[in-house]
């Protein structure tokens, strides 16, 4: 069984940062590929993803701004998210898929609000 416990959410001014963090709780973390997922009314498209080798790849319109990273000893993916915008609000998901199976974090939030 895996669990996705998600954190770092919170209130920021435009231009701020927020580092959010995923920890995984289950076995060999460190094969496999996670992702982050936004929430919008009926859509949750990815935000940023980090392969198990630790390649990651972002949406366009975060490219620039947020960093993904993991710490296999950790068992925990971090996103550094600056300069933030007032459309980065919303709820952020972590995500990974084993063995034909999905599993998704609680979500944490983040609002981006002067």
């Known amino acids: 069984q895996v669990q996705l416990v998600e954190s770092g959410g919170g209130v920021v001014r435009p231009g701020g940062s927020l580092t959010l963090s995923c920890e995984f709780f289950g076995t060999r973390f460190s094969e496999h590929g996670m992702t982050w997922y936004r929430q919008y009314s009926t859509s949750r498209p990815m935000v940023a993803r980090i392969?198990?080798?630790?390649?990651?790849s972002y949406a366009d319109a975060v490219k620039g701004r947020f960093t993904l990273s993991r710490d296999n000893a950790k068992s925990t993916t971090y996103l550094q998210m600056d300069n933030l915008k007032p459309e980065d609000s919303g709820l952020y998901f972590c995500y990974v898929r084993l063995t034909d199976t999905d599993y998704w974090g609680q979500g944490t939030q983040i609002i981006v609000s002067s």
């Open positions: 392969s198990a080798a630790g390649n990651p």
